[in-house]
């Protein structure tokens, strides 16, 4: 395969975890609020404002705060007290400031690559304040040339920034976890996707098995694997 012009990478969950941190959260915050509600309604409850709310809110710590904040007020129809809407807002404080651990093999991959000379982006979507706080705590940002932070990852945000950088789709290398975010839209875009899945993915995130059919992309087991791609 050619060189590539420009190499992107995904950040939650491709070069740290981070839904793992929500996911424990909302389960806290579940065993806290079982009086009103069990955890199976809470969380039914909590995913269908989520979807509701995401065009207003968008993602990250701040939006499930929100978002669980009017769950809890619509379970109890206005009944939630108010420390227990400050257990909530503590709970989202802590997803703003977890400590970053990497991924295996993180530093190891950008090292090599950069040492090849091929520029480097980090692409996540997300909170801007949130997302440059995540970077700046991983230790990262020296690794890479650009940063783009934005509010939705689709066909036509990848094309604006394929736009901005002069690269061609064939030239750009896409790689993260999400097939919804990362892998899908830069695939139909006809640019080359690398799959890295994680453990664990948020509902949202999730995709049906017919929407990847016939989807041209690479999946790797771990992040090391993508060097013989590149």
Same mark, same amino acid.
């Given at each position: 395969? $050619? /060189?590539?012009?420009?190499?992107?990478?995904?950040?939650?969950?491709?070069?740290?975890? !981070? +839904?793992?941190?929500?996911?424990?959260?909302?389960?806290?915050?579940?065993?806290?609020?079982?009086?009103?509600?069990?955890?199976?309604?809470?969380?039914?409850?909590?995913?269908?404002?989520?979807? +509701?709310?995401?065009?207003?809110?968008?993602?990250? #710590?701040?939006?499930?705060?929100?978002?669980?904040?009017?769950?809890?007020?619509?379970?109890?129809?206005?009944?939630?007290?108010?420390?227990?809407?400050? +257990?909530? &807002?503590?709970? =989202?404080?802590?997803?703003?400031?977890?400590?970053?651990? &990497?991924?295996?093999?993180?530093?190891?991959? *950008?090292?090599? *690559?950069?040492?090849?000379?091929? $520029? *480097?982006?980090?692409?996540?979507? %997300?909170?801007?304040?949130?997302?440059?706080?995540?970077?700046?705590?991983?230790?990262? %940002?020296?690794?890479?040339?650009?940063?783009?932070?934005?509010?939705?990852? !689709?066909?036509?945000?990848?094309?604006?920034?394929?736009?901005?950088?002069?690269?061609?789709?064939?030239?750009?290398?896409?790689?993260? !976890?999400?097939?919804?975010?990362?892998?899908?839209?830069?695939?139909? *875009?006809? #640019?080359? #996707?690398?799959?890295? $899945?994680?453990?664990? /993915?948020?509902?949202?995130? +999730?995709? $049906?098995?017919?929407?990847? #059919? =016939?989807?041209?992309?690479?999946?790797?087991?771990?992040?090391?694997?993508?060097?013989?791609?590149?």
């Amino acid at each position: 395969m $050619p /060189t590539p012009q420009l190499i992107a990478f995904d950040a939650d969950d491709t070069l740290w975890p !981070n +839904q793992p941190h929500f996911d424990q959260a909302e389960a806290e915050l579940s065993g806290l609020l079982t009086h009103y509600a069990n955890p199976d309604i809470l969380s039914s409850r909590f995913n269908e404002v989520h979807r +509701q709310n995401v065009h207003l809110f968008g993602y990250g #710590a701040k939006s499930f705060m929100l978002c669980m904040i009017e769950t809890v007020i619509q379970l109890t129809d206005g009944r939630v007290t108010g420390t227990e809407i400050q +257990q909530i &807002l503590d709970s =989202g404080k802590q997803l703003l400031r977890f400590p970053i651990e &990497l991924l295996p093999h993180v530093e190891a991959v *950008l090292t090599e *690559l950069k040492a090849r000379g091929i $520029p *480097l982006m980090l692409l996540t979507k %997300g909170d801007l304040f949130d997302q440059e706080s995540k970077l700046a705590r991983s230790g990262l %940002g020296d690794y890479f040339d650009y940063v783009e932070i934005v509010s939705e990852k !689709n066909e036509s945000s990848y094309q604006r920034i394929l736009s901005r950088y002069q690269v061609r789709p064939e030239d750009f290398v896409m790689i993260g !976890n999400s097939l919804k975010s990362d892998i899908l839209p830069v695939a139909r *875009l006809g #640019a080359r #996707a690398i799959h890295v $899945p994680f453990y664990t /993915t948020w509902i949202y995130e +999730q995709v $049906p098995a017919e929407e990847v #059919a =016939g989807v041209t992309f690479q999946e790797v087991a771990t992040l090391d694997e993508v060097l013989r791609y590149l």
